[in-house]
């Protein structure tokens, strides 16, 4: 172990050697004796961290261990990655595994969840103007890393990926590329027979924080129809999508693949306000009666054209 800032000790992790050597070999790693951080002139983007034996490279968005390293840096397969760090006896990959996504091999690192946990506990700005508490921010463990709110998509209790979000620019996308959209915070399915489907996380997670359980897909205008599988619990669905054309249209489609008896759509479309959504909903403080209230079945709804307005009548 080392010291890092005066009276602060440094606890070096096992992996820490494997890693330092790996970045030593291909861009000159420089480590000053009793600093956390090691360093390369090359990128100065790519940091060591010792004490948690991990890298973080923002410039390409990578963050993880050696087996990380080696497939994301070095473009090793995953299985030829694991098979080259055999040599370091003091190597333990306990937080990796591979996802099989067309041809390619998908590394996914679990120990992010708590490495941008730790990282977001003075970043939730973006969380608590989306009305989002403590609570909520620390059960989903929400975080932050380069820039990016993060959201992990658990699955199964195991993480599947990350969505990033970000204001000015507005960009939404997902960590780990090439996968396949997926539903957040599907597990609680289990334990519930009614269902609340929202158009994006954040949704969900104010429909949670006020009681009501709430999925969503990871990617806005997506549900993959094979994940009425996942429903098979569900009596009663209540489909909350934002207060638009798309949003409409959308949820009708949803309603028609879950089946159009047992779900019933509020688009919040007795607010005037363009795109409005759950967040707004709870954060004007509007009683969530009025949600199941106000929620019909698609045959109620009235005739829509494609685009999910009112059909003009003669």
Known sequence: M?????????????NTSILSKLIDEDFDLETKEGSRWGTTDLHSSLVLDKEKGIFFWNS??????????????????????????????????DFVYSIQSGKEDVVVYPKLVDVFFDMGKEARKYFYNRGLTDHTIDTFRLGFYNGFNTVPIIE????RNFQLRK??????RMYYKNLEPLLFNVDILALTKTAYVTEGPVDAMVMVQNGFPAVCSTVAGYFNPT???????????????????????EAIKVAKVLGEYRCKVYCFQDFEDYGYDPVDFFRDGKSSELIE?????????????????????Q
Request: glycine share 10%.
């Open 293 to 313: 209230k106000n929620a019909k079945y698609i045959f109620e709804m009235g005739e829509y054209n494609k685009n999910g307005r009112p059909r003009k009548t």
């Open 2 to 14: 080392g010291l890092g800032q005066v009276g602060q000790v440094v606890e070096m992790n096992p």
């Open 156 to 159: 199964s209790a195991s993480l």
């Open 60 to 93: 390409q968005n990578v963050v993880g261990d050696s087996l990380v390293y080696l497939t994301k840096v070095r473009g090793y397969s995953f299985e030829k990655a694991k098979e080259y760090l055999k040599k370091f006896k003091d190597y333990s990959g």
């Open 167 to 172: 204001d000015d620019p507005k960009i939404i």
């Open 227 to 249: 994940w009425t599988g996942k429903f098979v619990n569900q009596k009663e669905i209540f489909i909350l999508y934002d207060n638009d054309s798309a949003g409409r249209s």
